[in-house]
């Protein structure tokens, strides 16, 4: 087992991180920027290293004052958290160059996943199921065309090295074909450094349905279940639950099957998420996350596992703790993402938090990183904190989250608070009624 973890990242996710370590017994240090030297896991983490000024490009995607703080701390492994390197292969590369353990895959399965062309291709050949589209890159205008009549319209055109939303566009006829495919390339350069986009076909009520993976490394794997994420606004997960309403158990237990062979045949190690639009009782991969998801703590609410703590282990080469016949899912669980942001027009809020009051009782969990007098910075993402909700079946676990919003107290800033209360309120989310352009379409009418 390590010794000593750094903890490349901020906020929530890194106060996770550490609470994990701790509970192992494992020495912390953090990294930080002068903006979060006052954050909460810099207070509570046994040693911390100030690596730059509050832009990303120059402390948390520093990876030369990361490797640094390794070496004069004397750390021997590394956790990324989600978000800045925790997908860059290039920083695992160079942590194994310096005997460091980077907490996750290898760099080459990071680079295979990371693009979405040879992560497409990597799925097919695993025996996962794809949506229609092309092999690969798409660069002219009239090879557009014929793969876009082969698979029918309306088709998507997507950022090969993208996410969130940039470099997507939808084409709903081949008269709007020739300007998204320039858009998307155009985004996608700008965003990415890399224009390279493909063609898929575009369904039109799908759920986002994900499958949460892990890996010895050495052909075992296993599944921890699906998490339902239709809920988006701009192609950004709000709300995530555990299990999907849409899925039956048939359903459930064949494509965490077949994501768990995937994993196993392909010699992952570590945690990862592999995504799909699930439509008419069909799956279709869109991409896989080679790290612990935002919304990792609805799965370890059914499961009672700690995904974190399996990480470690995994990275210290103790295998995986559990079969998949221990696996055992219990009830149902629901997060909602907190963010500092107008709950209308999702516009940032940063500022100081004049009071901050969570809620408790039975089966409520918040993770968040944030106190009375904590002053957010304008710098990163607005995410604040995650209220997670496990119930003995769906109803329960939404009567439980309608009284943990109404308890839940945050002055002096906006957040999207109010929207949840909307939410949990709402006909169509109590029956489980929603695909992933519900809520834009809710928020259009509410305008």
């Known amino acids: 087992m390590f010794q000593k973890i750094l903890i490349a990242n901020r906020g929530e996710i890194a106060l996770?991180?550490?609470?994990?370590?701790?509970?192992?017994?494992?020495?912390?240090?953090?990294?930080?920027?002068?903006?979060?030297?006052?954050?909460?896991?810099?207070?509570?983490?046994?040693?911390?290293?100030?690596?730059?000024?509050?832009?990303?490009?120059?402390?948390?995607?520093?990876?030369?004052?990361?490797?640094?703080?390794?070496?004069?701390?004397?750390?021997?492994?590394?956790?990324?958290?989600?978000?800045?390197?925790?997908?860059?292969?290039?920083?695992?590369?160079?942590?194994?160059?310096?005997?460091?353990?980077?907490?996750?895959?290898?760099?080459?399965?990071?680079?295979v996943m990371g693009d979405k062309i040879e992560a497409k291709r990597t799925a097919k050949r695993l025996g996962i199921p794809v949506v229609p589209g092309s092999d690969g890159a798409v660069t002219e205008e009239k090879e557009a065309k014929r793969i876009a009549a082969e698979i029918g319209y309306p088709v998507i055109i997507k950022a090969s090295a993208g996410g969130g939303g940039r470099g997507m566009k939808v084409a709903h006829s081949e008269a709007d074909l020739e300007v998204a495919l320039q858009t998307a390339r155009s985004e996608a350069g700008a965003a990415f450094g890399d224009d390279a986009v493909y063609i898929e076909k575009y369904l039109q009520k799908p759920r986002h349905i994900e499958v949460q993976v892990f890996g010895d490394g050495f052909g075992r794997g296993v599944h921890f279940g699906e998490r339902d994420c239709s809920l988006q606004r701009r192609h950004q997960k709000v709300w995530e639950e555990a299990n999907s309403p849409a899925l039956n158990a048939e359903e459930r237990s064949r494509i965490?099957?077949?994501?768990?062979?995937?994993?196993?045949?392909?010699?992952?190690?570590?945690?990862?998420?592999?995504?799909?639009?699930?439509?008419?009782?069909?799956?279709?991969?869109?991409?896989?996350?080679?790290?612990?998801?935002?919304?990792?703590?609805?799965?370890?609410?059914?499961?009672?596992?700690?995904?974190?703590?399996?990480?470690?282990?995994v990275a210290s080469g103790g295998g995986l703790s559990v079969r998949q016949e221990d696996i055992k899912f219990n009830g149902h669980a629901i997060e909602c993402r907190i963010n500092a942001e107008d709950p209308r027009t999702?516009?940032?809020?940063?500022?100081?938090?004049?009071?901050?009051?969570?809620?408790?009782?039975?089966?409520?969990?918040?993770?968040?990183?944030?106190?009375?007098?904590?002053?957010?910075?304008?710098?990163?993402?607005?995410?604040?904190?995650?209220?997670?909700?496990?119930?003995?079946?769906?109803?329960?676990?939404?009567?439980?989250?309608?009284?943990?919003?109404?308890?839940?107290?945050?002055?002096?800033?906006?957040?999207?608070l109010p929207l949840f209360r909307d939410l949990v309120g709402n006909a169509d989310i109590a029956n489980g009624d929603y695909d992933i352009h519900w809520l834009e379409k809710y928020l259009a009418k509410e305008e």
Do not use: W
């Open 16 to 111: 996770r991180v550490l609470r994990a370590c701790k509970e192992l017994g494992i020495q912390t240090v953090v990294v930080h920027s002068t903006a979060d030297a006052d954050a909460m896991h810099v207070r509570l983490a046994d040693e911390s290293v100030c690596i730059g000024p509050p832009p990303s490009r120059d402390s948390y995607l520093n990876i030369h004052q990361i490797v640094a703080a390794c070496e004069i701390t004397g750390a021997d492994a590394v956790h990324p958290g989600y978000g800045f390197l925790s997908e860059n292969a290039k920083f695992a590369d160079i942590l194994a160059a310096h005997n460091i353990t980077f907490i996750g895959p290898t760099g080459d399965h990071i680079r």
């Open 256 to 313: 965490g099957g077949i994501c768990a062979k995937a994993i196993a045949d392909l010699g992952y190690s570590g945690a990862g998420t592999i995504e799909f639009l699930y439509e008419n009782g069909e799956f279709y991969f869109i991409e896989m996350n080679t790290r612990l998801q935002v919304e990792h703590p609805v799965t370890e609410a059914i499961t009672g596992i700690d995904l974190v703590h399996e990480q470690i282990r």
């Open 346 to 416: 999702f516009t940032p809020s940063p500022g100081t938090i004049t009071h901050f009051h969570t809620p408790g009782g039975l089966g409520i969990r918040v993770d968040s990183g944030v106190y009375s007098g904590y002053k957010i910075p304008p710098y990163y993402d607005s995410l604040i904190g995650k209220l997670i909700v496990h119930g003995r079946n769906r109803v329960e676990c939404m009567m439980r989250l309608r009284r943990a919003l109404d308890e839940f107290v945050v002055d002096g800033i906006k957040t999207t």
